[in-house]
């Protein structure tokens, strides 16, 4: 091979150096096709041993000192190659040997090798970098004395997309991330009104959430209190004994005594008059009384504020108001009207609304147990039905002001205006004298203005407090309010001559 380096002629050297600049071009059409490069390779390598290294090539005997340096740089990569075992190197090696053997090109052509040897090479994708020390055009064409290519750099040289390794995003900070939510300099007017919308969304759906979340847990704590405080109550009340030993006076006027519940209700609040149950329902309450209607429609029995209130007795009404000798002070009403709201867990009066929604509620449920601070109470339902709290036409009935009888008359004209409206007739007879309860509370019938009213009448002695409850019938001829005709139309109505059998003496018995 020595031999052969020194029979150069100046023909094979532009040869050759055109030969290095298709290489070199190769070397960077490569770059973008690694893995088709690798394949060809391996097919055909030439042993490594083959390439003598540097220190083999003689100084002198040599076609020009480019072809020196040219070899030992050659022969340098080898061993780079050897050492990184890359034997797509040693296929360059052997093609550029093999060009250094072949026939000197004819003057007229010198060139016409060069276009069959500038097919394009496929090389690895390491070649760009493994071949970096070979002579740049520029250099080669000024020893050649022959115009070359200008062939930009190797840095100049961007890699492919698949070589190119991928930058790490640098993680964004809890910070920037919530800053990112808000408007800022450089957004679209679109993406600034696509933030403060979602910023909208998320502090009414903030909003909301705490408004339902404090009210079912308001809800909860009133449920809880209640609990603690009935359960204390009728804990007390087991210990009562079942009847009063009367006291003989001059007058022979009852005297009162203080139930030892209502001693532990007491306590806790000077305003409780009495607790109410229904049993089987969620009714289970103390009832307080102020001097307005307003105090304890947001406020518990302990004082602390709540939506849930508590259920209490209108201000105008007497109940068992008993003097320091104890003694009655005064008459009790003729009709006690207690007020509650309309919880959505049932609790207060939430419950009520099943008497008018389900026809078996009744049935299963007519007796009010009433209590005051000094006696025990029953009262059975003869009615209930839905008023209209803003009626000033010909159907309005207040029935919540109605707390007296002055007579007869007025009595059975309140009773029998009850029993046109109630939603179910039954067997419960109502008499003159007879003690009445209302329970009152809001209903979604007829929206804000609807109220729910209970009517029962105070249980006789001896009688059986379900006696006359369990035959109840639907109402075929119900008088509805103005307000629920004018939305209903004329698919309802109420007849006014249509059959009635009221409460009464007989010979009241085909008022109309």
């Not at 190119?164 to 993680?171: G, I, L, S, V």
């Not at 502090?203 to 079912?216: L, P, S, W």
């Not at 532990?264 to 209607?293: A, C, F, H, W």
């Not at 209930?384 to 010909?394: G, K, P, R, S, V």
Request: aromatic share 10%; with cysteine.
């Amino acid at each position: 091979m020595n031999d052969n380096l020194g029979e150069f002629t100046d023909a094979e050297a532009k040869r050759r150096a055109e030969r290095i600049a298709a290489i070199r071009r190769s070397v960077r059409e490569a770059s973008e096709k690694p893995e088709e490069v690798v394949a060809e390779l391996l097919q055909d390598a030439p042993a490594a041993e083959e390439i003598p290294a540097a220190d083999e090539l003689p100084a002198e005997n040599t076609a020009s000192d480019w072809e020196n340096e040219i070899a030992a740089r050659i022969a340098k990569r080898v061993q780079q190659v050897k050492q990184n075992r890359v034997s797509g190197a040693e296929s360059i090696l052997r093609e550029l040997d093999e060009q250094r053997n072949a026939p000197e090109l004819p003057d007229e052509s010198p060139l016409a090798d060069v276009q069959e040897v500038q097919k394009p090479f496929k090389y690895p994708s390491h070649a760009a970098e493994d071949y970096a020390d070979i002579p740049a055009e520029a250099d080669m064409a000024e020893t050649a004395e022959m115009p070359q290519e200008t062939v930009p750099a190797e840095e100049d040289i961007k890699p492919s997309p698949k070589s190119r390794k991928k930058k790490k995003k640098k993680k964004k900070t809890f910070k920037q991330r919530l800053l990112g939510f808000f408007p800022q300099r450089g957004d679209s007017v679109f993406e600034c009104i696509r933030k403060v919308v979602f910023l909208t969304a998320i502090v009414v759906i903030i909003v909301c959430g705490y408004i339902v979340g404090d009210y079912y847990l308001d809800l909860w704590r009133s449920k809880r209190e209640n609990k603690k405080v009935m359960s204390n109550y009728w804990n007390d009340m087991k210990e009562e004994p079942s009847t009063h030993s009367a006291t003989e006076e001059p007058d022979n006027r009852k005297v009162y005594t203080l139930l030892k519940g209502a001693e532990y209700l007491l306590d806790q609040n000077s305003d409780v008059v009495g607790v109410i149950r229904i049993e089987g329902t969620p009714i289970d309450n103390p009832v307080m009384q102020s001097d307005d209607n307003s105090k304890y429609l947001k406020r518990k029995l302990s004082g602390r504020e709540s939506r849930a209130g508590e259920l209490f007795l209108d201000y105008r009404n007497h109940f068992d108001e008993v003097d320091s000798e104890g003694h009655l002070a005064v008459e009790n009403s003729d009709n006690l009207v207690i007020y509650g709201h309309n919880m959505g867990d049932d609790q207060m009066f939430g419950c009520l609304k099943y008497y008018q929604r389900n026809d078996s509620y009744y049935g299963d449920h007519p007796v009010i147990q009433l209590n005051s601070n000094y006696e025990q109470y029953q009262y059975k339902i003869f009615a209930f039905f839905i008023l209209d709290a803003e009626d000033e036409t010909d159907t309005a009935f207040d029935c919540w002001n109605d707390l007296d009888f002055d007579d007869e008359e007025e009595f059975y004209d309140f009773v029998n205006e009850a029993k046109r409206r109630t939603i179910r007739l039954n067997d419960v007879d109502v008499k003159y004298g007879d003690k009445l309860l209302t329970l009152s509370t809001c209903n979604t019938l007829l929206g804000d203005r609807g109220r729910l009213i209970v009517l029962a009448r105070l249980v006789r002695n001896g009688e059986d407090p379900d006696e006359g409850t369990q035959n109840s019938t639907a109402n075929p001829n119900i008088k509805w309010p103005s307000v629920y005709y004018d939305y209903k139309g004329t698919r309802v109505t109420y007849d006014p001559d249509a059959e009635f059998k009221p409460y009464g003496p007989a010979d009241n018995s085909q008022e109309k």
